[in-house]
């Protein structure tokens, strides 16, 4: 898992995984900041943690980019997941992992893609629905790969960033996890841009695996 920031997302895959028919565990958290709390929730939990900032590569993004395909690889992980991840992957990630990495973003993508700010932009644009997307992440437009999974929340009344942020967290924490389960069982087909989910009584083998 990739992170950046507090960890609200890997808490959820990480209770999420503690059940025990959840097909994946989380093998591995990475961050591009040493301060991440989301660092000190896979510690806690006895999932290694390890801190790549870009400084420690004389500020080539590649090069960090390289340990960081290096790190999942040597975990043997088969699904990268972005979850609050403040940097654009670069290609040696992005190469090593086609089809397989997965990015939550707060907003009903296409709208509001591109950087940190898609609930302060949701309000500011005067949405009346806004909400979470899980897609997969490819190379391109940032937050503009196909779309997994998308769950809608609306904009009330009276909402501010953070109150829209903790409604728009919430249904992050669920569809996040189901979005994982439904990839590492083999229910994710992508067909062009569309990713189709599988019935779970007829897996299949999936082309995103
Ligand atoms: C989430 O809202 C995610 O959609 C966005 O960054 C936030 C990460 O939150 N990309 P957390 O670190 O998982 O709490």
Redesign the pocket.
Known sequence: ML????????RALLDAAGAPDYPARVAVVISNRRSAG?LDIARAHGVPAIALPVGDFGGSLEARDAAIRDALLAAEVRLVVC???DRVLTAPVLDAFPDAIL????SLLPAFAGG?HAVEDALAFGAKVSG?TVQLLEPGEPDGGPVVLQAAVPVEEDDDAESL?MR??QQ?WRILPEAVALFCSGRLRREGRRVRILPAETPARSSAQ
């Open positions: 992170v950046s920031g507090t960890g609200t997302n890997l989301a979850a609050g991840y990015n939550v973003h707060p940190m979470c942020r728009i967290h992050e």
